[in-house]
């Protein structure tokens, strides 16, 4: 079992920044991979960055070259350092934690909103 809990949401206006972070506990010793997914309203839940075990990370087209995932092992934590952020990233943000390789299972965080408004 992992437990993940996010914090940092908030309103922020367009261009601005605005760091997210998520804290893992329970097993974090198995887990492979850390992600974070958005849920605009109305919509599903959408990948937006992750980062494996070994340091590879892979981001959506949409946020590349203004997002940043970063894992850090010592504190067990993960974070999404969101720039010039635009309206259309408003969402409610989702931590993920996959454990396992067959089967592998998939831990979620309770979501935190982010709101990019003027």
């Known amino acids: 079992q992992v437990q993940l809990v996010e914090s940092g949401g908030g309103l922020v206006q367009p261009g601005g920044p605005l760091r997210l972070s998520c804290a893992a506990s329970g097993s974090i010793f198995s887990i492979n991979l850390m992600a974070w997914y958005g849920r605009a309203q109305g919509n599903t839940r959408e990948l937006v960055a992750f980062i494996t075990d070994g340091g590879t990370t892979n981001y959506a087209d949409s946020v590349k070259g203004r997002f940043t995932i970063s894992r850090d092992k010592a504190k067990n934590t993960v974070s999404l350092q969101m720039n010039s952020l635009k309206p259309e990233d408003t969402a409610v943000y989702f931590c993920?934690?996959?454990?396992?390789?067959?089967?592998?299972?998939?831990?979620w965080g309770q979501g935190t909103q982010v709101t990019v408004s003027s």
């Open positions: 993920n934690a996959q454990v396992g390789v067959n089967p592998v299972y998939s831990y």
